[in-house]
């Protein structure tokens, strides 16, 4: 009992093929992974949202931004 | 070599190994920007001395006697059935042996030993980061060869050696070094951190930490992108690149040809690209989130994801690696700056997090994800167990780790040669070298202006 069905190498390597954990989720994982992906760019997009929102509230005057664009 | 196909394997194996060395010197590379550039201004010389300074020091003693120790530990000794030192086995890598130097009838044992260096150097190096603006030179390059030439090959010995007693009756399984490079170099930083004490101002009065920035953000990253390329030859050096079943001798039946891990168990090169590139992936994606957007933080994470997958990235699904090393990345994140606010542990560059605490994650998901598994192509060998992983995880990170930083950095600090004075930590510890450099540069700009007619 192994999470890959291999519990020895006493095996002839021309007859082995994949050897990762749990085969047979392939599919499950990739769903899984797709669900990472775009769950990332919600996550992203919120954050991204917020820091916009503090970079807008930093400078109420433009002074700073001025300074920093002489800043260059 | 007898056949030309014996030859072709020697020589292409000792070209395999020669071009990871290569390689992994960027790890070395990337370490000393990395730490310049998280150091203040008034240290930078003094920072990057410390770490070079690792090149010859490990080098040199890991020659004498750190090879030496990798061959003949690997029953601890008496850790397995009773046994002592196997001198036998390393009857060939004590510096006054024949392959150790020029010979014809030996083309593996230099580029070998070299790979095995640059691991050293590597587990030394992390250390350096965490302790910097603070620790004397001459203290950071003991420890050094302690961790580098005498603690991490003991474990390297026990843990990562076909034929170490941690495979044998543990059924540990660390192919790309989550433990016994990471963790145990996670673990003996902490060890000499506690001992050192964080940078002054560190903390504030009330016990607050304070963010001390990098003096320069983006050399940290070029540093951490070098230690990613030289990742890529630690990865591809940890495998045995061409061996027959003949050659192995275990319970591989057939006659095809494969690569191996270090235990001479199966697997190929393309499998841990898939596996390398997935977990850098997945740690940067879950750091930036968590992180949010820190460069500095996102950059560790790709990091620690792959030191988190890297246990099990012989065998890993890459999608399996990526949700890992995403875990990794998060947890060294968490850890760090709940460990920080805890326990006032100033660690500078999150050396600690981003190799000990995930490399130790990576060993305990390991332990579940590869349950049931040959440890090792031999008979006899324990299966691969989450109870195996959790010990080799205490072994790594605390017994051959946590324990000789800090015993060997409480006995420095009793000899008084530890950490620098207060004044000299304040003024910066190139004050001295800067003035001569300030007055160097008046006098032959002075001297070149009386000169101008």
């Given at each position: 009992?192994s999470?890959n069905?291999m519990s ?10 994949n050897i990762?954990?749990f ?9 899984a992974g ?7 760019h919600?996550l ?6 917020t ?14 931004a ?6 260059y | 070599m ?5 030859a ?20 070395h590379?990337?370490?000393c ?11 930078h ?7 070079i ?16 120790i990798y061959?003949?530990f ?15 086995a390393?009857?060939f ?37 965490s302790v910097?603006?603070?620790i ?7 420890l050094?060869?302690?961790?580098g ?10 843990g990562?050696?076909?034929d ?11 192919a790309?070094a ?5 963790a ?23 016990g ?5 920035p990098p003096h320069n953000?983006w050399?940290v990253?070029l ?21 027959s079943p ?9 006659a ?9 168990a ?7 690209t898939?596996?390398f590139l ?11 989130v968590?992180?949010k957007?820190d ?14 997958a890297?246990?099990g990235?012989d065998?890993?699904?890459?999608i399996q690696?990526m949700?890992i ?22 660690d500078?560059v999150?050396?600690?997090a981003?190799h000990?605490?995930?490399g ?12 049931g598994q ?5 008979e ?5 167990n989450?109870l ?8 790594m990170?605390?017994?051959l ?10 006995i420095?600090?009793?000899m008084?040669?530890?950490?620098v ?13 800067d003035?001569?450099?300030r007055?160097a540069?008046?006098?032959v700009?002075?001297?070149e202006h009386?000169l101008?007619?």
């Amino acid at each position: 009992m192994s999470t890959n069905g291999m519990s020895d190498w006493a095996v002839d390597l021309a007859n082995v093929a994949n050897i990762y954990p749990f085969p047979g989720t392939e599919f499950l994982l990739f769903l899984a992974g797709l669900a990472f992906w775009i769950i990332w760019h919600v996550l992203q997009f919120r954050a991204e949202k917020t820091e916009l929102r503090h970079e807008m509230d930093a400078d109420e005057t433009g002074d700073k931004a001025r300074k920093a664009i002489s800043r260059y | 070599m007898g056949t030309n196909l014996d030859a072709l394997t020697t020589l292409f194996t000792e070209f395999y190994y020669w071009v990871t060395v290569v390689f992994m010197f960027l790890i070395h590379v990337g370490f000393c920007m990395y730490e310049v550039a998280a150091s203040r201004r008034r240290n930078h010389i003094h920072t990057l001395m410390k770490n070079i300074m690792i090149i010859p020091l490990v080098t040199v003693t890991f020659f004498f006697f750190g090879w030496w120790i990798y061959f003949s530990f690997t029953n601890g000794p008496y850790l397995f059935e009773g046994k002592g030192l196997n001198f036998e086995a390393a009857s060939f890598a004590r510096p006054w042996d024949p392959a150790m130097g020029t010979n014809l009838g030996d083309h593996i044992t230099g580029v070998f030993w070299a790979a095995f260096l640059l691991f050293s150097w590597t587990a030394a190096s992390i250390v350096s980061g965490s302790v910097i603006e603070r620790i004397q030179s001459g203290a950071f390059w003991v420890l050094a060869v302690v961790i580098g030439s005498f603690a991490w090959i003991i474990d390297a010995s026990w843990g990562w050696h076909w034929d170490g007693w941690m495979v044998k009756v543990l059924g540990y399984h660390d192919a790309y070094a989550s433990g016994v490079i990471h963790a145990i170099a996670g673990g003996f930083a902490l060890g000499v951190l506690m001992v050192l004490g964080p940078r002054l101002g560190k903390f504030r009065s009330d016990g607050t930490p304070r963010d001390i920035p990098p003096h320069n953000p983006w050399l940290v990253t070029l540093g951490l992108f070098m230690i990613y390329t030289g990742f890529w030859g630690f990865y591809a050096a940890c495998n045995v690149p061409i061996i027959s079943p003949e050659v192995i001798d275990g319970q591989i039946t057939g006659a095809t040809w494969t690569a191996t891990n270090i235990y001479l168990a199966p697997t190929t090169l393309s499998a841990i690209t898939f596996n390398f590139l997935m977990s850098l992936s997945g740690g940067l994606m879950a750091a930036y989130v968590v992180s949010k957007g820190d460069a500095f933080w996102t950059f560790s994470g790709g990091l620690a994801g792959i030191i988190t997958a890297s246990a099990g990235n012989d065998l890993y699904h890459p999608i399996q690696a990526m949700f890992i090393a995403a875990f990794g990345a998060w947890a060294a994140y968490k850890l760090h700056y709940w460990v920080e606010r805890k326990f006032k542990i100033d660690d500078a560059v999150g050396a600690v997090a981003v190799h000990g605490y995930a490399g130790v994650i990576g060993l305990l998901i390991c332990g579940f994800m590869l349950w049931g598994q040959p440890s090792s192509p031999y008979e006899g060998y324990a299966a691969i167990n989450p109870l195996g992983m959790l010990i080799g995880a205490i072994i790594m990170f605390g017994v051959l780790g946590f324990l000789p930083g800090y015993i060997v950095a409480k006995i420095l600090n009793g000899m008084g040669v530890l950490r620098v004075p207060a004044k000299v930590e304040l003024e910066g510890l190139d004050f001295e070298s800067d003035q001569a450099y300030r007055e160097a540069i008046a006098d032959v700009v002075s001297a070149e202006h009386a000169l101008v007619k």
